[in-house]
């Protein structure tokens, strides 16, 4: 059966490291309330002259390097971003002129902190229907450019960073004969658009933080449900729990829900913050390059977004 696998990761985080500590003398905050609330400890934050494509491009260049292959070998790039460097071009073309990508299908995804979840579901769909072979999904941001700096109920929550992975269609045979995608589920309801949303008037995060946590694990805990339910698997056939880095408190529940112990759930969040679209694939790098997620292993990356949006894909690695 054809499906499609990852073929390579790579990632980038700006060289400025902005602590809780750092914080402190920003807002009226303290390092034990975002760590007991959050987890969180440290993030990076953008120079004020690096784009999100220039974060792309990088972490793209990396995923090529780890996979063997240039930039000849790929079809096209799928950016999922909410803060692409301009209406347009996408952040896309950036990457897909920077890398000398072939010409097939090359766009920006928008679905907040979900969208490289929605991101690897379509490549997903265009590599099996034959539109392309082999594909380039980032996930990008540079959330600190949507931040007001002086609301400490957002600014301490989010970072910036971009994560890749190259995808690419297998035919199973062989030694990939069991690898790629084994399903994606993507939903959204656009009635709690207020509950997370960055205003046109003022260009700047506002967040319900109590009602989208609520929202967050009670979607969560279903998303779990539905993708088990789709695939037959049970939750102990699950090697490895990569979610959306919202809030430690969170991926506690989810991991709660799938009886999964915390030493098979990838945890960046204390180090990269929420990092939007970018924190599913940065962590996915982080956990197969430093060996923990292996080859052959089952991982089941979730998210949840505003919009609200939330979804899974489920995978063989
Ligand atoms: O990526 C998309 C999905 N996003 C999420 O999943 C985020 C979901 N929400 C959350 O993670 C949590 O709701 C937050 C971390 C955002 C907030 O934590 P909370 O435990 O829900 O706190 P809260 O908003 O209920 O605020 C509790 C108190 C308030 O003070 P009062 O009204 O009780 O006096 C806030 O004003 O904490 C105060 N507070 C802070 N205090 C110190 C809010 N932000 C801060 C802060 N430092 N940075």
Not at 63 to 75: P, Q, V, Y
Not at 198 to 226: L, R
């Amino acid at each position: 059966m054809k499906r499609t696998r990852i073929a390579g990761t790579g990632s980038y985080l700006p060289q400025k490291i902005l602590t809780n500590k750092d914080l402190e003398s920003i807002v009226e905050t303290t390092d034990e309330w975002i760590v007991q609330r959050t987890g969180i400890r440290e993030r990076h934050i953008a120079a004020e002259d690096e784009q999100t494509s220039d974060m792309a491009v990088v972490a793209a260049r990396q995923a090529l390097a780890h996979s063997g292959l240039s930039g000849a070998d790929i079809d096209g790039v799928i950016v999922a971003t909410a803060t692409a460097d301009r209406p347009f071009p996408s952040v896309a073309v950036a990457v897909q002129d920077a890398l000398a990508i072939g010409k097939g299908p090359s766009f920006d995804m928008q679905a907040a902190c979900c969208g490289f979840v929605y991101a690897l579901s379509t490549a997903d769909s265009l590599i099996k229907n034959g539109i392309a072979r082999r594909l380039l999904v980032i996930g990008a941001e540079k959330f600190s450019s949507l931040l007001d700096w002086s609301d400490r109920r957002t600014c301490v929550l989010f970072g910036d960073g971009a994560g890749a992975v190259i995808l690419e269609a297998c035919d199973g045979q062989g030694t990939s004969a069991d690898q790629g995608i084994l399903s994606a589920h993507l939903h959204a309801d656009g009635q709690y658009q207020g509950l997370l949303h960055v205003p046109s008037e003022t260009g700047f995060i506002e967040m319900d933080g109590p009602e989208v946590f609520k929202f967050a694990v009670n979607s969560m805990s279903g998303i779990v449900a539905e993708t088990l339910e789709s695939t037959g698997l049970e939750a102990a056939d699950i090697d490895w729990l990569v979610p959306h880095q919202a809030n430690i408190r969170i991926i506690e529940a989810t991991a709660r829900k799938l009886k999964m112990s915390m030493d098979q759930v990838v945890v960046t969040v204390d180090r990269h913050g929420n990092t939007s679209a970018a924190s599913i694939p940065l962590a996915f790098h982080e956990a197969v390059s430093s060996g923990n997620i292996k080859r052959g292993q089952v991982v089941l990356f979730e998210a949840l977004g505003g919009g609200m949006t939330w979804g899974s894909v489920l995978m063989r690695f």
